[in-house]
């Protein structure tokens, strides 16, 4: 090839830079700034008589220098190659935020689909009330519409209109799959395992298109035929294992699936097809015999959903429907899997007649969640990896939880809500983690009101008793738990959601509620059943008597307790003791005044006005002597 002489080469460049000029003027009015590139250098060889030529070039030959090829590689083509996907990005981008466009591009080429669907279907119709043609002629051209229309798609695909060419495979799987139905059902050419092997040839083709050219959305259309299939060719009867190793198949192909690829919403349709086909079939068929079988497969539908989301691949980048889609993949389908499957197998424990194992269900269920927190989760796209494992320790928390009441009842479900929170509070403070810490909070919760609303009734013994017992565990468990958190308050470092000093105060606060709540118990049961355990329930003088000795021995230990804790307030210096100490005083100066006068006899009221007043001295004088310099400065 001879060699272009520098005129050509110069006419060339000016021509290629003019159209680089407006294409960045173009992309200027749509709001998108490109990076500097370093200035375009003219050739040395540059002169007037090539700069007239480029004028001209850029007047009238324009379109003659577009066709002639470049073998210059200068900054200005680099330039132009890097802006025209920018501009139709730009172009996407307007798409996407067009309503108008999602409108006709998207929600009527769906609507349209639909359309196709049915009037396929009302053709199939029509064409047997009509008898146009036979049974074999009908269904073969039907497979042959549905296959040509998979083909024609191709070419749409071809030229860049993916969506389109996506909506018409959807039309000719639809077309197929009727098809074979009408085989099937309808005219009786084919039997059951013929149309299923077709339907799965059809499923399987559409799952090989998708992984061949990346596309989510025909692997969604795969997963939505290979559903079908069953409900297509449904004949009433109860064919159980193989409708369950079918799904099990299905679940096994969409795990593989969503560990390779970002494809979330398979997962989702795959549950919610699998919950479907199980429930519908345990409603019409499940009985007792076949309760093993049964179990097998709810087993290992279970397994594959709970183990999902620790390899799901989720989408690279965030935002959008993408990431909805993750976050079903990832919380939904988790939460939904584990509660789903421990109703299944306590529904069927409760029907055989076995309640006795239902708590171990539940036992079995919380092993497994942490289980699984020793196995990592896929990667740490968005924190995933850390989120699905605190998903999964908050579900094995929950199962632990619900493991008591079925188990045990009276004080044991107390004893084992209170000792589960302690523990949760002891694990959260090594771990550092909040989600515990506020589970830990809801089991205390769930341990003090049945401590308080369905513990056993004393007994004659006081004090060594049942009631009084639980009472002490719930005591030294909120004590423990107070000493936990005020540890934990003095370590360095940013201070959590939940404070662990406010924490400290609340359950040294529960310390003492407590303690009125066993003590005042005890002394309620003790004159009572002391009362009626001698026989005199008519007797309405040693009911008097029975109640001035009791509401004494209320005042005596209010008055001892809140000394006790005004001298520990003191000693420990803690300002939280000692308001907590002048709170019961009070209440223990309005009882003497208010009640004990006119319950108490001359003689107990004496005793009880002096001690009272004692103790107002032996305060008033402790904090006269201001040992701790309150007057100066305040104590912690």
Known sequence: ?????????????????????????????????????????????????????????????????????????????????????????VEAAGEERSLESRIGSQWFNRIGILAVLIAAAWFLKLAIDNHWIGPLGRVLIGLVAGAGLIAWSERFRTRGYAAFSYSLKAIGSGVLYLSLWAAFSLFHLVDSGVAFAAMIAVTAFNGFLAWVQDAELLALYAIVGGFSTPLLLSTGENHEVSLFLYLL??????????????????????????????????????????????????????????????????????????????????????????????????????????????????????????????????????????????????????????????????????????????????????????????????????????????????SLTPIFNERFGTYLFGIAVCAFVAWLAAQASKEPGPEPPVSWRSLAAVAGLAVNVLILLAVGWEIHAYWWFLHWHAGFGGDWTLMHDYRMYAQFSYSAFFMLFGAALLTLGFWRRVAFLRWQALLLLAVAIGKVFIVDVSTLSQGYRILSFLGLGALLLGVSFAYQKDWLNLRKSNAR
């Not at 460049?13 to 490109?34: D, F, M, P, Q, S």
């Not at 379109?63 to 090829?69: K, M, N």
């Not at 519908?280 to 397994?303: D, H, I, K, P, R």
């Not at 008591?404 to 949760?424: N, S």
Request: one cysteine or more; hydrophobic letters at 55%; a neutral charge.
């Open 249 to 458: 198949l299905l679940d096994a192909v969409v795990l593989v699936l969503v560990a390779l690829k970002p494809w979330s919403r398979l997962l989702c349709a795959a549950f919610a097809g699998t919950v479907f086909f199980f429930a519908e079939w345990s409603v019409q068929y499940y009985s007792q015999s076949e309760f093993g079988t049964t179990a097998f497969f709810l087993a290992c539908f279970f397994l594959i959903f709970a183990w999902a989301p620790r390899l799901v691949r989720l989408k690279v980048e965030g935002g959008g429907s993408g990431a909805s889609w993750d976050h079903l993949a990832l919380v939904v389908v988790p939460l939904v899997n584990a509660g789903l499957g421990f109703l299944g197998f306590y529904l069927m424990l409760e029907n055989a007649g076995s309640a006795w194992a239902e708590p171990w269900v539940a036992v079995a269920f919380a092993a497994f969640y942490l289980l699984l927190l020793r196995f990592p989760a896929r990667g740490a796209i968005h924190g995933s990896a850390v989120a699905t494992s605190t998903l999964h320790l908050t579900i094995a928390v929950v199962f632990l939880t619900i493991a008591i009441p079925l188990k045990t009842q009276g004080r044991w479900m107390t004893i084992g809500w209170l000792a589960e929170g302690a523990a949760l509070v002891w694990l959260a403070r090594r771990v550092q983690s909040t989600l515990l810490t506020v589970l830990a909070l809801l089991c205390l919760a769930l341990g003090l009101i049945a401590l308080v609303t369905v513990n056993p009734p004393a």
């Open 1 to 89: 090839m001879e060699p272009r002489e520098p005129r050509d080469l110069e006419a060339q460049i000016a021509a290629l830079r003019g159209r680089v000029l407006r294409l960045e003027e173009t992309l200027k009015e749509h709001g998108i700034a490109l990076r500097e590139e370093e200035p375009i250098q003219r050739p040395a060889v540059a002169t007037a008589e090539a700069a007239s030529a480029a004028r001209e070039s850029i007047a009238g030959e324009a379109p003659a220098a577009a066709q002639a090829p470049v073998h210059a590689a200068g900054p200005a083509q680099g330039y132009a190659a890097t802006a025209a996907p920018q501009f139709a990005a």
